[in-house]
């Protein structure tokens, strides 16, 4: 029962359009909108929260949590991440995904979004989630985003991202300010070469 009451959960926070940080019903809440058991909805929170895809607040409330920041990354890239195929497959579809919002902010970036990215090259180590980060908002594709989110969270989980030189991020920088695809894809793949460890 409490399965069927977690999709019941999700199309509620769907409806209620509900966002990292937003705060859920109350047990009694859900209960009476879902038409179901406390014990039903107290389980399923359980199973939610056991995840790290809500958290309890005490005297607070229950809340939702952002994607990445969970149990539930670690626990499927155990799973899903236990041979080289399956990691040269995130790889490459990371790599894929991040070629892919870099062509939509060329065509789509406010001048807030350049602003960050300035920030961002200027303060040393550069932080490439940090930077990309504001590619793929500016991008302005919520899917997308998401899915980068999590394919970022499943690589991390195997292994860290690797430096990139200052040049990297100073030239792709001139060539967004261009809003020019070609020239930033050009550098992208200079720098971010396309990921052929993948077995046949």
């Known amino acids: 029962m409490y399965a069927e009451t977690l999709k019941h959960i ?31 909805v107290r389980e399923a929170l359980r199973a939610l929260e056991f995840l790290g895809l809500i958290e309890t607040r005490r005297g607070e409330g229950t809340y939702m949590c952002e994607i990445g920041s969970h149990q539930l990354i670690d626990l499927l890239a155990m799973f899903l991440l236990e041979n080289e195929r ?16 870099l062509e939509l902010f060329c065509q789509r ?8 990215l300035e920030k961002t090259v200027r303060q040393k180590p550069i932080d490439f989630e940090r930077f990309f980060q504001t590619v793929a908002e500016a991008a302005d594709n919520y899917l997308l985003v998401r899915i980068w989110r999590a394919l970022s969270a499943f690589a991390a989980a195997f292994a860290p ?16 300010k261009k809003r020019d695809r070609t020239e930033a894809i050009a550098v992208w793949e200079a720098h971010r070469l396309w990921p052929l460890s993948k077995k046949n």
């Open 86 to 101: 399956a990691k040269a497959d995130l790889a490459e579809t990371k790599w894929l995904v991040e070629r892919l919002l």
């Open 161 to 176: 991202e690797p430096p990139l030189a200052d040049s990297f991020y100073d030239q792709l920088l001139v060539t967004l």
């Open 109 to 116: 970036y406010g001048e807030e979004a350049i602003s960050r």
């Open 10 to 40: 999700h199309r509620l926070i769907v409806q209620d359009g509900l966002a990292p940080g937003d705060r859920l019903p109350s047990e009694r809440e859900l209960a009476e909108r879902l038409g179901v058991g406390r014990s039903s």
